[in-house]
């Protein structure tokens, strides 16, 4: 076997990049506690993997509401997909999945309806959590479950 085709050998740019990355890393480990401009909770940045921790930094938000961050960005862009009922977020999961793979809920059967009258039906529906109170005005019920 030739290793050669198994691996390329470093640039410059991907020197560079690692380098940046190592630098992030170890500045996010320093970052100061804040407190969550979102939900009042103290804000540990320096407990989370770099990227997670800045994005903390950059939001101004602890781990739990950049979570919440990113769903509400997630139901704007897919409503379809992504949705709220109940109070609680979900995921539409891929229906084509292999069936080694773990389907959320086991595999039950879903029927959801939007407000628009389309119905999406999904045996891979995955719980994203109970929207936090805080999160509640940009996150409201989007969708009714018909079954399920
Ligand atoms: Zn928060």
């Given at each position: 076997m030739d290793s050669s085709m198994n691996y390329r050998s470093w640039t410059t740019e991907d020197l560079q990049q690692c380098h940046e990355r190592n630098k992030k890393r170890k500045e996010a480990s320093k970052l100061k506690d804040f407190t969550c401009s979102k939900c009042g909770a103290r804000a540990v940045?320096?407990?989370?993997?770099y990227y997670a921790a800045w994005e903390m930094v950059d939001l101004i938000m602890c781990i739990m509401c950049t979570h919440w961050y990113a769903m509400h960005k997630m139901v704007l862009k897919d409503p379809k997909t992504h949705f709220v009922a109940r109070d609680n977020a979900y995921t539409v999961g891929d229906?084509?999945?292999?069936?080694?793979l773990q389907r959320g809920f086991g595999g039950a059967l879903f029927i959801i309806r939007f407000p628009d009258g389309a119905i999406v039906e999904s045996t891979n529906l995955w719980h994203r959590g109970a929207v936090p109170t805080e999160w509640q005005e940009d996150l409201p019920n989007t969708a009714f479950f018909l079954r399920g």
């Open positions: 940045p320096s407990h989370y993997v229906e084509n999945l292999s069936k080694n």
